[in-house]
């Protein structure tokens, strides 16, 4: 599917306040970055730079008064994910190096702690996509989605206690337990077509078989028709606007269309 | 000065032929790219990576049957380029190292072979951006731009004998006798706004004083509203397309407009 | 100061299992590797690779049976760890890129979380080297070392509450306050001349006035004459040994000592 | 075979004079570097980083006086070169980005000048390992070794002309012929054992089915036992010592022992 989204951030500063932003979807594996478009209001000097995910991230100042930025893409995307049953997940010794930091616990996914439930759920000899399947069909079994349930400090461990949260806690947990079972797995945070109320989405992706896998713990049944705005270990990694200092938001608004 | 600029690229595949594009602007020092457009028709599967300049580069298969890319990019950019007369060479041991590469020989850039010339041009003892507009000075007045006097096998050490040659044999004499003194430079190639008659433009950047500056042999009195396309050690990096296989090749059209 | 060091990792395998070491100091700003050694016994195929922070990684699968790491090296390291009071914190638009992850929240430390904490300590208005140095006496100060206070899960968040821990909680606690003002930290572990009783040792590093200083809240006055082995964001990066599987671990014995 | 290398090098600097050293091996597919030793007398300040091809490199400024860079390491090498007959040369499509740059011409290796030598060796329609193999025969049987007869602006233009040369100009032409049939192609400097007279030798490797080979002109019979200093496009990319500016150079020493 051909998909057009768009995100504007507004703000109104008192006083110049340094920000970082992550807003721009890449072209790659699975999705091709037709048109793009990257509004800064007032324009500023941007410092564009890739972090250590491979996203492309824009540093400047905010100046004071009213400051804008509004994003637009259109990208070429498929309209399901990739399932693959008998996808084996690898040995560790068979990994690529360039996916190993993705197995280490992070600020939100202490996988180091979640080994034990983790194990509830798949046995101790996960072998194949299947495992990672089952601990999706567990997080959406089990954990209810409620907005407000969690904040910015919820973390996985919290998360498989009280078993409500958001899409990004949802994701916390799925890439812990992936993780605990040395499958790499990573925070992905995007656009989901009619998702609803439409708002910037997290899933995450796990590494199975010699490739990544999208996995939404979310949906009852995940579809396709995503677009990929950041990749990192967990919600640290992808906030997309960080602020250094205070400053008044005026809101985001999201929107997702389907061309044609 | 906001610029809108276009490339169009035709062909026609009797067979399936991979290719590889390098037609991605990006937002950096003195550009921000606030459109982009990179449409492919027809669509095909396409691999983007990022080579060891920076480059956003494209690898796919064209497909049996017409063929076309066409890109369009809006960019904020400077209307002038910087001089810095009193910038200071720096002396290697402080340049960083990730500019050292830039005073290596290449394959249209023999730098090892023209410090006579270089000397005879800035004396034994360089030591500002001074010297480096000498070598453009020189350049453009001994140098004749004479399109069809080169080819694409034309190397900075040919030109020095001809003194006749297009943009791209004037950056590689300019980027060889800067190296050639020690000071790290690169090609460029991208869209010059008001050329005559309109196409791709090369030209090369010195590095001076700790930042790169913008130099270009071709004019008399080089301006900004210049969107950079690639980085490269010389042409051989920057092709804008490699096509490994034969191909009807239709034609580019390229434009380049200011925005109101 | 000319240290030897060595580190000696014994193991018994009952079957094959997967591992990752990180053993190998490299040369950089303030010390020089004039001497390594890295024996394996016995000798298996290893893929040695650069991990996200410039550390050189040892991927392998050790054998049944007993197995050995046994490594060594010469370095030529301060005496003195540089203190600059003067030193500013840069404001985050000042910030290379390179550096921004090192702001951010990690398993360990949740700097997120221990904002309120840090301006206790250091005022609302942090400025300058001081600043990092009030961080370091105030944990020196308040919090106990205590072998066994703390284990692998141990978090700056619970340090902050505990008051006691060994070096990697004073460092984890150290890193976050100070990312917590928006100055970034990392995690070293390394050597340690003198260190009673010898083992490796984990201190920090803070960004300060474009350049990284070391701080080891452990000691009453911190000395040079250490050994960087490897850096990361907090311990869940730095694991000198990652074993993926059980294994029976037979000791680790590490020397240091000062040549002639 | 364990081998011990070392490699000493002898200054005499009038002034202070800036300098890149690239003399460290690294650990990797074929290596394990069990043991280095780096002595630069007298010590100074240096920088180490890694190049575009992985290579560590030293920056530093060499002083007046007397000065010795001497390095040792002692390497696990195989005894022979793998060989694959049946390799395939893969389709420019399928390879992976990190080795495209090595499809390039560069300094020494015009490939885009020597496709006709190319296809009169190999045909039209080179498809495996079979292919470089016959590349390296040709070199082998029609280039003469002789010392002198080349010197460090010599390139393989040059070589296919006068068919002598020494061991780089054996290998640039190889890489030329095997990137003009687009199999990427890459220099090496390193050591073999019982090279006659010892010195520090090139080579080079070929991208075929997925994996580098190392392919040799020189020999009758190409032999292992190689240790690996440094890649590089070609001579340009891996000088193991780069001095900008003047110094008296009172000589090398190199030596290779089988250990045991």
Partial sequence: MLLDSSVTLDYYAQAPVPAIFMLRPRSGWAQWIAREEYLITPMVQVVEFTDLYGNLCQKLVIPEGPFSIATKSRANVPDDIDVDASAEILPVAHL?????????????????QLGDLATSIVGTNPT????????????????TYESGASDSSTSAVDTAQTLRGVCRDFAHLGIS?????????????????????????????????????????????PKGNRIVVAYGRDAADVAISTIFGSIQFNGMTTTVTAVR
């Fill in 177 to 221: 337990l992936c993780r605990s079972i040395n499958v790499p797995a990573r925070m992905v945070v995007g656009f989901l077509h009619e998702l609803e109320p439409m708002d910037l989405h997290a899933w995450f992706e796990a590494y199975v078989g010699g490739r990544w896998f999208t996995i939404d713990a979310t949906e009852d049944f």
């Fill in 128 to 143: 194949t996509y299947q495992q990672v399947a089952q601990i999706r069909a567990w997080i959406h079994a089990k954990v």
């Fill in 96 to 112: 690529p190096p360039d996916v190993l930091h993705y197995l280490l616990p992070s600020r939100y996914c202490q996988s180091d």
